[in-house]
């Protein structure tokens, strides 16, 4: 090792040591421990994370829940968490407790991921406070909007350009898969799709950032304390989170610079400005502020939708049938042509097939933390103030009472009686919208609509054009597995890397991918350089007018 490593790490340790017995003897008095709940056994401060794994914790948390029943405590280095697999439960708490358990843990490795003091960068992080308050409402407000204008069409044509480049390029589809759902999202927000691999990684950045399997200043948390210039994980972060923001400030910016030239087409950042150069800023304080809250909506957007698709993939390479039975109704719904939004009423069974992809593999399947705000008693169990409240997605959706077989992929249970969650009338049902995955009371997920939409499109495209399959193995003629239980173990969590094929259905189909997306992207580009001469010519006018005057 490195002599400075080895200082940094003999430093580090000695730091958590201290911080461990300071805090112990500190934390030794009943009314900082959860009391009269089950759960495993502890060393005292540390907890649980010697045998915790980082890598598929909800896994461990849902054999926890086995043993230990619906609602059980664990501690991780000091703070308390309280697992919660009922979903009556996470209800009682998190929805009708919402005004105090609404909460966000801190994430230790951003710098002030609560916003306490001001930062107003990460809406889904931040404490309950003002700046999330007023934040929330600005996003619900800009993605309900787009929701109900269908996203001016810019979803369906993304689909297309995806179908497309699936047919060209069949083996980088993991790229353009998330490449798609990041398009979506920059065109909403500064309708320049061109931005969507640097937000990508810049998503990916943020996500790695704050999750439990990312930085180990995350887990052995001391260590952030460490000062600066021995502190690697500080020093990188300080320079990703610089060049994440700096990076949304220009995209305002040019906005700004474009409008001006009048050569802004509509976005949420256009938008944003017009209101606020009319005083209507929905409360948001600063360029800054609007710029981060614009830029966090791009983020959230892509792999959260990503990880789902990643799913259906997977899904339906292993149950054909269920693709067949996709393409069949949507040959009846649609004809020969592409799903749209508006043929969603005719498409249950597409419909099943993605919620059944989701609940089987959910992609945030710890659930995301509340913490609470009050010492409180539930059911004669005492939950003091700071307390982590984990609603484990993966144990609601694996509950045999509510999914029969939870195991297994059954789409039927969405379309058919006697199964529990079947509901009429199919033209609605089964529908994403309020499954535990969006999580809870006033934290709910503000995507819901967008992700429901966005996986109809492109699931739907997905089955009209393409039969979905294992790559054959050239070498040894044998069909290469696509693995169903390798994932990371971030927050959102997508499938390990992975090969398949898309087996165009037909020449005809062939024709019209490519046709489809000719068609849509000549029309864009009419668009766009009609909206620039309508904006120079404008210019030209206004030029003329004034040398009249002068
Ligand atoms: C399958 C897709 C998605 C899943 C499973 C998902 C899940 C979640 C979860 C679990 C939360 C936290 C809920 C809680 O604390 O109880 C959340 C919050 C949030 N989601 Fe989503 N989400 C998805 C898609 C999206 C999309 C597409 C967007 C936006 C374009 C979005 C925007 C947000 C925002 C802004 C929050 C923060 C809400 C708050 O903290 O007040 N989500 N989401
Ligand atoms: C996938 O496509 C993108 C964009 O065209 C390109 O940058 C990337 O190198 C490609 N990856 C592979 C593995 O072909
Ligand atoms: C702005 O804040 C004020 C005071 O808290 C509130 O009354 C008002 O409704 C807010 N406006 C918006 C658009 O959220």
Known sequence: MHPVTIL???????????????????????????????????????GRVHDLPINFMWLKFKDWADEYGPIYRTKMLGANFVIVSDEKMAEELLVKRAKVYSDRPVIRSLFDSKSTHGSMEYLPLMGRNEYWSRQRKFTHAYLTEASNAHYHGLMDFEVKR?????????????????????????????????????????????????????????????LWHLPTFMNPWKIAERKRHDEQQEWWMTRLRETKQKMAEGKQRPCFT??????????????????????????MMALVGIFTVAGPLYYFLVCMVHHPQWLEKCQREIEQACGERMPTLNDSPNLPTLRACIKEAMRWKPNVPTGVAHEV???????????????RILPLDFAFLRNPVKYPDPDSFRPERWLEAPWPTFQVPLTKFPNLKGMTSFGWGQRQCLGMSI?????????????????????IDPETGEEIEVPLDKSNSLLIVKP???????????????????????????????????????????DKRNVGIGDEVM
């Open 270 to 295: 256009r938008q944003y400005l017009e209101a606020a150069s009319i005083g209507r800023t929905s409360n948001i304080s600063s360029e800054y502020e609007a710029s981060s809250v614009i830029g």
């Open 162 to 222: 995806w179908l497309y480049n699936l047919l060209k390029e069949p083996d980088n589809f993991s790229f353009s898969l998330e490449d798609m759902a990041s398009k979506v999202m920059c065109q909403l927000t500064w309708d320049d799709p061109s931005l969507s691999a640097y937000c990508t990684k810049s998503a990916w950045g943020l996500l790695t950032q704050m999750s439990p399997a990312g930085p180990i200043t995350n887990v052995l948390t001391p």
């Open 496 to 538: 390990d890397p992975f090969e398949m094929a898309f087996e165009i259905r037909s020449e005809r189909k062939r024709m019209e991918v490519v046709n489809q997306w000719k068609i849509a992207e000549a029309v864009d580009i009419k668009a766009r350089a009609d909206f620039l001469k309508q904006a120079e010519q404008a």
């Open 451 to 471: 992700t429901q939409d966005e996986m109809l499109l492109a699931a739907g495209g997905l089955a009209w054009a393409f039969n979905l399959k294992r790559k």
């Open 8 to 46: 940094i790490v003999a430093v580090a340790i000695f730091g958590v040591a201290i911080y461990a017995i300071t805090d112990a003897i500190t934390r030794r008095n009943a009314k900082f421990n959860v009391q009269g709940m089950p759960g495993p056994w502890m060393i005292p401060w540390v």
């Open 373 to 387: 705000e009050i010492d409180d008693m539930y059911n004669g169990m005492f939950i003091p103030k700071g307390t």
